[in-house]
């Protein structure tokens, strides 16, 4: 018998093991009251089923114990006694043992307990005229009962959003929309299959971004491997080449050294000679000049022999060799210079590499997959901003704002920077109003901007520490690094969506209308964290400089703008 399961007993329709079983002319055995109850609503009909293959049969059979069944279900119901083992750390405990706890095998949604096996046919035997509500052992029984009534949690209150007692329902639920808890159920569950889908989407977009990712990554590092082989391969040969030069030079000069001395060598012979001979007539000189015998003196005098004039010795100078120096002097210096700038090149080359993809979306709905929810830092707004909406919204005016003093306050210009900073990949929208004399800026910049002052380093757009939108009625433009590219205005330019993906270096910003439209994208590198912020000002002439300057502040009053709240429910849509 062991090798049978209880599953193979049990009714069809209340899935517990058969109690006084019967088998219907089809062949199938439910418990004796099941198939009563069944047959009693078939009633009218005068046709009855079988509620697990849907035969009919009329007139309505007779029912009789299936003694044999009856009695291996009995033995199967002792062989699970025997089997019960005890309750484990995470296993749901019967309610009813004393001592050594069991198992609990099911639940009851009436009597408010969990049954081991031993304690479950005991329980059906006492309440066997009204079936109880039973269910898989649970642990969560009293989360199912109302704490107010003591009743079991039946119906759903749309009107508050939670699960209420019958008796809820007649008294302070009164008048409510309610439904039963399975009917809300059906309902959640489309709404649950519908985000599962896109769960499951998500899930294939973002499978098929890491194999894209993957195959990027292989790419790249077997480029970078033929990048690496080439760059041993050419400075080998520049080196070579480099260490050929060497060697001609090298030659070169040794060739013009064994030249020079060679011919110095034989004038020295020559003069070494010409001394010798300069010295032998010198001492036939003296001899001569010491004689005391007159007549010989006057005889070999005009024989005398005539000296030598000034040898012609050609000189020899170093200088050509100090040029060669020089020479290979500026050689060295040309190269190292080359060689800086052509590494710095391809240092740029490099660093633009990017081994991520950076994906294109095809609409909002793949942005709002990255929504993400900024607020405004009071700590940083100019004084003559007006924060509300729970710090989501910024409004210019000439009322002045007593905001306590603070470093990271901007003293002069109208801007503000949100409390939240990017990281990874961000999407939010703004919603911005203006005049046709007043700019709004929707900008992103490092936190390390400058605060105070009427320094370029200090306004948006003007420095290398922020990027910004520039809008207006009838003009846009993208200001960075004090640099300006004009833009076109898009149809509908209220509604503003940027995109940040911090890692890939890429900035975009999209106008919001029944469509996404891209208005303009940077790819750059953002060497540190990125944080929303706005700005109001007249022209690109005469900045706002705050408390100074009322004239431009009443200019822009009442211009707003407005970070947007987006409902979870527009993800899925």
Known sequence: MARFSQDQFSCPVCLDLLKDPVTIPCGHSYCMSCITDH??????????????????????????????????????????????????????????????????????????????????????????????????????????????????????????????????????????????????????????????????????????????????????????????????RIFTELISSIERRHSEVTQMIKDREKTVVGRAKGLMEQLKQEIDDLRNRNSELEQLSDTNDHIHFLQSFPSLPVPPGSPDVPSISDGSLDVVGKSVFQLKKKLEDFFRQEIEKLAGIVRCIQIIPTPEYESRKDFLNYFHRFTLHPNTAHQHLYLSERNRMVTCTTTLQWYPDHPDRFDRYLQVLCRECVHGRCYWEVEWTGNDLVYVSISVSYKTIYRKGTDNKCRFGYNDQSWSLVCSP??????????????????????????????????????????????????????????????????????????????????????TVKLCDIQYKSILQ
Request: proline share 4%; aromatic share 8%; glycine share 4%.
């Open 474 to 559: 009838s003009s846009f433009s993208f200001w960075h690094n004090n640099k300006e590219t004009k833009l076109p205005v898009p149809s509908s330019s209220n509604r503003i969506g940027v995109y940040v993906d911090l890692s890939a270096g890429i900035l975009s910003f999209y106008s919001i209308c029944d469509t996404m439209t891209l208005i303009h994208r940077v790819q750059t590198t953002f060497t540190q964290y990125l944080y929303p912020g706005f700005r109001f000002f007249q022209n690109f002439t005469e900045p706002l400089i705050g408390v100074k300057c009322n004239k431009y502040v009443s200019l822009a009053e009442g211009s």
């Open 39 to 232: 047959w009693n609503q078939e009633e009218e009909k005068r046709v009855y089923s079988c509620p697990e293959c849907r035969q009919t049969f009329s007139p309505r059979p007779a029912l009789g114990k299936n003694t044999m069944l009856a009695e291996v279900v009995e033995k199967l119901k002792k062989t699970a006694l025997q089997t019960a083992v005890p309750a484990g750390p995470e296993d749901v405990q019967c309610d009813v043992c004393t001592g050594q706890k069991h198992k609990a095998v099911k639940s009851c949604l009436v009597c408010l307990n969990s049954f081991c096996q031993n304690h479950l046919e005991q329980h059906e035997n006492l309440f066997n005229v009204k079936r109880h509500n039973l269910m898989d052992a649970t642990g969560r029984l009293q989360e199912m009962i109302c704490h107010q009534h003591d009743k079991p949690l039946e119906i759903y209150c749309r009107t508050d959003q939670q699960c209420i007692c019958l008796l809820c329902m007649v008294d302070e639920h009164k008048n409510h929309s309610t439904v039963s808890a399975a009917a809300e159920r059906t309902e959640k569950q489309k709404l649950l299959s519908e985000t599962q889908q896109n769960f499951q989407q998500q899930i294939k977009e973002r499978q098929k971004y890491f194999q894209e990712l993957e195959e990027a990554v292989e790419t790249h590092k077997h480029s970078a491997q033929i990048a690496v082989d080439d760059n041993e």
